[in-house]
Every structure is written in structure tokens, then in C-alpha cells.
């Protein structure tokens, strides 16, 4: 590691004047490239005390062994020789986008005798019109299909062009008409030039011209009794018109504009851009960024810009390009795209109306491409292996975690209190072995004590595993701890305990199909969502079952600190740590879940109805009783002989059905939300109205599931 005081010029050797500089390593390798309106100031900036600099640009000064810089005129040329010298150097230390994808282009090679129409990739090259970039090569290749009859250009390779030209014989387009087959002389140069000439007008968005000529044409083939051109014609204008449908219009007046959107957080960020040609989407594309150094909205903007448009010219460069932030200042940037195009650039934000909807859309395709990044990042696995070990680090464990659990409780004004258990092995999902809660050791809001309920319910059903397999000892004390009821607590997530359920410990540790549950597996680090009370309960719970060898931890919302049991102060992980982003993402996947069967919980509670509460009556018999009666309050009516005649439905059923109607008292009556009016039978959870009754029956008296806020 450098000191920066080591290479830092000399007072006043540094001139106060436009440029752009440079710091290269010990190597002499560039690392960083960036201008200035004053030299002098600027890169008074790398050099004060190292405290107040950013992260990044402190790793980045330290990392250099060397500054030098070059003079320039304007602040334009300094934005032209930056862009020269990012692409030439590569330096590690510049935000670089990346292209997610190499995207096709529709390209028309109008530098060749006979221009030929195909889908090109990669760099650009002179003499060629290019259009897009569009996602898919299919797009491309729709398109031209449908514009070859109007346009037919030729679209073949140079080695079967020469081959027919040899032959005298043209491809299969040259003889349905979807070729002028110049190849054979069918059509001349100059003409053939000029009809691919009217395929580049088209696709530039001058599509009015043509189809009012073809539309001429067709009515005076009309008109002249030729019957069989008219028709020809009127497919040409429809086909025209379908390729003009696939991009549908999103900005009037035929507008040529550009628009860039950012989506980004404190360590990467993501760019999206909409093409828009003649009032339609031509094509997208977009890039991904690591943000290594200190940067602005409106600088990341401007880097964009560099990426964009630093090798286009002419047309290529629209006359509007639409942004989220300005760079500063925006003058040479403006400048530097006129000169680029040969006149006027317009570079704003758009305010209001179609444009400022346009660039939402573009935004949140920007938002979607970071979180599908981060995705994919998630599941690297060099990345997974620094944040485990920084997680070790920061918490000085003995090693990575390979196992983290995760807790957190959710509920609704204390009602439906549950809790959620999820599990990360070597960082990724391990979805079979996510566990849910119920809390039932007390009534109430206190998730404080839900959490000391919960970790101590998951620990024991540990223990009492270890017991069985004999990994340990067995005595009094583990019998106690190993004995529990099994009641509020699902296997799995997807199935729901019935609520009353009981059953010893042992029983709760295997599968209907005698496989053992997952509490056999110990993590080495159990993680709660909160603060410091929350951290404490766990620990407390741990220390009861006497177990000291599972580390934990708390990740608190508000400001991302992670809680230590018995610390008055939280560990802070810098917000560029892979480790800090694992357990983001591990706290609000139990979050998540957590929430996930709180809904699920309160839906169930809401819809249940007498008929629930009849042991031993699933599912499907329920559904034949109401099916054969029509409701419950017919069913309630019945005689013990009339439920007899439901098909699966025995005497000794009935007669327990018929006790728990007499028993149950009749739920409250709906209400429908449309006309006000009062449903007379809702005992089995539905009431009696038709498809056609409009609005939602709810419940008078019923819980409003709106009110109140979920945690």
C-alpha cells in the first residue's frame, strides 16, 4: 500500500487549466483516468488526510504510485481524450459497463454493389446502417420477412450470391418475389441501390410516404380492372402495416429520442436504454456497473453517454437523448454530442406527459435488470465463499458459517402471531428445510418473548434428536428437554399443524415415511430480525438448554447493524461487504416467509366454518355436504337419515356431524359491499349469492384485515 504523499506534486506544479489525469500502480499500469475544469483543484482532492476520503477513492490513491495529466483547451476535448483513454488503458478503477448481452442489430451494407440486408452483432463498421439494437435476432428476422415484399432486398451471403450468379439460377426468395435477385441480372445496380435506399427510409420511421403511394397505386390498379396487382398491393400495405405494429407508438410526432435510466444502490448500478425512432421503440438494451468509485446519479449518466455514443456519428446520435440526472455541468457534455452529431442535441429531463411515462417504464426495466444482477450474483461462488468468511470475520467465529438460520416473527395487532425459520447453506436457499410457528405458550403482542419461545421449541426438538441417535449421554435432564408438545409447529412449508395436535417429541422428529426432520442439523449461526431484546432472548434460550457452541447475531432494519448478545455496541459491516449483503438477504427471506404464512393464517380463520371443527371430516366429505344440501343452514335442518344418503357418509358420522351443527353457534351475517345488501347464509364460510352478485360479502363484526400493520 502506497502513500499518496509519496507522489503528490509539488505545490503549483499542477496547472489550473482544463485536462484530464491519470494514476498508474507500481507497474506503471493506469488505474484511473478522469478530467477536470481545473487540474489543480481536482487532484487537490486525492491528496488531503485519508479519513475523509471515500472507501473506493482511499483504496484508489493508496493503490497508485504515481499522477501525471495532460493539458487541454475545453472541457469538451477532456471529455473526448477521457472516453480515448478509458477504452485504451481499461482502468480497473473507472465504472466500466458492461454489455449483459451482445445485442443483434438489422444491418443494411449500403458500402457494397449490392446491398444486402442481415443481422449483425459486435462492432460497427463503416458503410453499413445499422437499426436497432433489438432483443432477439428472431425480432429482426420477423421483420424483414415482412418487408421483404415490398423491399426485396437482397438478404443472401456472398457465397451463395456468387454461386447463383455462376449458375444463372436465384435462390428460393428470387422466385416467390421476396428477392430482386440482382444476382442474375434481374434487377440493376443503381436500382437496387436505391430500393435498399427506401428499406433504410422505412425503418427510419418515414413509413407515411410509402404506404399512401402503395394505397395510390392499389386504387388505380382498381380503377384500371387489374385486379390481381390491386391484391398484390393490398397484401404489400398490410404487411407493411403488421411490421409497423410490432413497435407500437409511444411518443407522438414521430420523435427520434433516446431515453437512459439508472437503477443503483451503494454497490452496483444498472442502466437501461430505450430507442425510439419515429415514435416507436426500435430496440433496447442495457449494461450493469460495480460502482468503484465515488460517483453521482448524474455522473454515472454521463459515463453512459460516453459508452453510447463515443464511436456513433450523424443520425446515429438522436436529436433528444432523456436522462434521470444531468451531468455537471452539462454544457461540454451537450457540446460533445452536437459535434458528434453535426447538429442540435437536446439533453434534459423529461417533466410530464408520454415522455416522462415513457422514461417510468424505462426505470423500472432499469430496476428489474439490477435485481435480476444481484440474482445472479447471489448464486456466484467466489462471492458466496468472501462473505462467508467476512461474516467470520466481522463476528469472530472460528469458521464460515456453512449454516445460518434465520428467525423472525409476524403478526397482525398481536393476533396471529407466528414465527418463520429459514435456512442458507453454503449461502443459497435451502427451501426443503424452511420450518414455520406457531406461537402458543401465550397470547398477545411480545416479540421478544415469541422469539425465546421459538428458538427454544427449534433447540429442543435438536437435543431431543441428538438423544435418539445416542450423539450423546442420555439423563434426566435430556429426557426433560426432549419431551415436548408438538402442537402449533409445521413440518414443512407447505403443510399447516392442526391446531391441538399433540404428541412426544420423538414422534415430531420423523416424516410420515419414517425419514428424520431437519432439527437434526445444527447451524453455526442462528440470526434474528431485530435489535439487541431480540438477540438476547435467543441467547437466553440457547443458554436454558444448555447449549454454547451456536453463535448469534441480530440485523437490525433501520440502520443495517448487526447485534451481538451482551455488546452495548452493534458490529457495523462497511456497505460494500458481500457478508453484510448475505444476511440482507437472509433477514428478509424469513421476513418474507414469515409474513407469507401470517396471510395464510389469517385467510384460513376468516373462511372456516362449522363444519371445521367436526373431527375426523376432511376435505372432501365437507365439499360432498354442501354440494348435496346447498349450505349449511339446509344441512343443520336435515335429519340424521337425509345426511345418511351423502355418499362416504356413515351413521355414526352423521350423528357427529349433527351434534357439532346443534353445538356451533351460527356465524354473523354478510354484508355485500356493491348493494348493501344483507346475505342470509354465510355458516359455511360462503354465502348464498350467485356469479352475478357483484362486490365481495364480508363478514359484519369480522376482523378488517386493512386495518392495523403486519410485522
Not at 435456512?423 to 411480545?446: H, M, N, P, T, W
Request: net charge negative; proline share 5%; charged share 30%.
Amino acid at each position: 500500500m502506497a502513500d499518496p504523499s509519496s507522489y503528490r506534486p509539488r505545490p503549483g506544479e499542477i496547472p489550473d487549466s482544463p485536462g484530464v489525469y491519470r494514476f498508474r500502480d507500481e507497474h506503471r499500469r493506469v488505474i484511473y483516468v478522469g478530467k477536470a475544469k481545473s487540474l489543480r483543484q481536482r487532484l487537490a482532492n486525492y491528496f488531503q488526510d485519508l479519513a475523509n476520503l471515500h472507501p473506493r477513492t482511499r483504496t484508489m490513491v493508496t493503490t497508485a504510485a504515481s499522477v501525471e495529466w495532460t493539458v487541454v483547451s475545453t472541457e469538451v476535448e477532456a471529455l473526448q481524450l477521457e472516453y480515448s483513454w478509458i477504452k485504451e488503458y481499461d482502468p480497473r478503477f473507472n465504472v466500466k459497463y458492461r454489455d449483459d448481452k451482445s445485442y443483434p442489430y438489422l444491418a443494411v451494407t449500403m458500402n457494397e454493389e449490392f446491398p444486402r440486408v442481415q443481422v449483425m452483432r459486435g462492432h460497427k463498421k463503416k458503410g453499413v446502417r445499422y437499426f436497432g439494437p433489438y432483443a432477439h435476432a428472431w425480432a429482426i428476422r420477423d421483420t424483414v420477412d415482412l418487408l421483404l415484399r415490398v423491399f426485396p432486398v437482397r438478404t443472401c451471403s456472398a457465397g451463395v450470391f456468387k454461386n447463383a450468379a455462376r449458375t444463372g439460377r436465384p435462390c428460393l426468395l428470387g422466385y416467390i418475389g421476396k428477392c430482386s435477385a440482382p444476382c442474375v441480372g434481374r434487377i440493376s445496380p443503381d436500382d437496387h441501390w436505391e430500393l435498399a435506399d427506401e428499406f433504410c427510409d422505412f425503418m427510419t420511421g418515414r413509413t407515411g410516404t410509402y404506404l399512401r403511394r402503395l394505397e395510390k397505386q392499389m386504387m388505380e390498379a382498381a380503377e384500371d380492372m387489374e385486379y390481381e396487382r390491386a391484391a398484390r398491393l393490398r397484401d404489400d400495405i398490410e404487411a407493411l402495416r403488421k411490421a409497423m405494429e410490432k413497435n407500437a407508438v409511444v411518443l407522438a410526432d414521430a420523435t427520434d429520442a433516446d431515453l437512459i435510466a439508472v437503477a443503483e444502490d451503494e454497490l452496483e448500478a444498472a442502466v437501461q436504454i430505450f430507442h425510439v425512432r419515429g415514435g416507436r421503440v426500435r430496440g433496447q438494451r442495457g449494461w450493469v456497473t460495480d460502482k468503484v468509485e465515488e460517483i453521482t446519479t448524474g455522473a454515472l449518466v454521463e459515463h453512459a453517454l460516453q459508452q453510447l455514443y463515443g464511436e456513433e456519428t450523424g443520425d446515429s446520435v438522436p436529436k433528444e437523448v432523456l436522462v434521470p440526472a444531468l451531468p455537471d455541468p452539462v454544457e461540454p457534455v451537450q457540446q460533445w454530442l452536437t459535434e458528434r452529431r453535426g447538429s442540435g442535441v437536446s439533453l434534459r429531463i423529461p417533466q410530464r406527459g408520454d415522455k416522462k411515462a415513457l422514461m417510468e417504464t424505462v426505470q423500472r426495466n432499469a430496476l428489474q435488470a439490477l435485481a435480476l444482477h444481484k440474482t445472479k450474483r447471489a448464486s456466484d461462488l467466489t462471492t458466496r465463499s468472501r462473505a462467508l468468511e467476512e461474516i467470520a470475520d466481522a463476528l469472530e467465529l472460528d469458521s464460515a458459517p456453512l449454516r445460518i438460520e434465520c428467525y423472525d416473527i409476524s403478526h397482525l395487532q398481536g393476533d396471529d402471531v407466528v414465527a418463520s425459520m429459514v435456512v442458507f447453506e453454503d449461502g443459497l436457499q435451502r427451501k426443503s428445510e424452511y420450518r414455520r410457528f406457531q406461537i402458543k405458550g401465550f397470547a398477545g403482542q411480545d416479540d421478544v418473548r415469541s422469539m425465546h419461545e421459538v428458538i427454544t421449541r427449534r433447540f429442543r426438538r435438536y437435543l431431543a434428536e441428538k438423544e435418539r441417535t445416542g450423539e450423546w449421554a442420555e439423563s434426566d435432564d435430556a429426557l426433560a428437554v426432549g419431551q415436548e408438545d408438538g402442537s402449533g409447529e409445521e413440518t414443512g412449508p407447505g403443510q399447516a399443524a392442526a391446531p391441538g395436535e399433540a404428541g412426544a417429541a420423538l414422534n415430531t422428529l420423523t416424516e410420515d415415511d419414517g425419514r428424520p426432520k431437519k432439527f437434526a442439523y445444527p447451524p453455526q449461526l442462528v440470526v434474528v430480525d431485530g435489535g439487541q431484546p431480540q438477540v438476547a432472548a435467543a441467547q437466553r434460550a440457547l443458554d436454558e438448554l444448555g447449549i454454547d457452541d451456536i453463535a448469534v447475531c441480530g440485523l437490525a432494519k433501520r440502520l443495517e447493524e448487526v447485534w451481538l448478545p451482551g455488546d452495548d455496541d452493534p458490529v457495523v459491516l462497511p456497505r460494500t461487504s458481500e457478508g453484510l449483503y448475505l444476511l440482507q438477504r437472509v433477514r428478509d427471506e424469513a421476513h418474507r416467509f414469515a409474513i407469507t404464512y401470517q396471510r395464510t393464517k389469517r385467510a384460513k380463520r376468516f373462511r372456516a366454518g362449522p363444519l371445521d371443527d367436526v373431527p375426523g371430516l376432511g376435505e372432501t366429505r365437507k365439499q360432498a355436504l354442501i354440494k348435496h344440501f346447498g349450505s349449511v343452514k339446509k344441512l343443520r335442518s336435515a335429519t340424521i337419515d337425509q345426511i345418511c344418503e351423502v355418499p362416504g357418509i356413515g351413521r355414526k358420522t352423521a350423528e357427529t356431524i349433527a351434534v357439532a351443527l346443534a353445538q356451533a353457534a351460527p356465524a354473523a351475517p354478510a354484508v355485500n359491499t356493491a348493494t348493501g345488501e344483507i346475505m342470509e347464509d354465510m355458516e359455511d364460510g360462503v354465502p348464498e349469492t350467485t356469479a352475478d352478485t357483484p362486490g365481495e360479502p364480508v363478514a359484519l363484526g369480522a376482523p378488517d384485515e386493512r386495518r392495523g400493520q403486519e410485522t
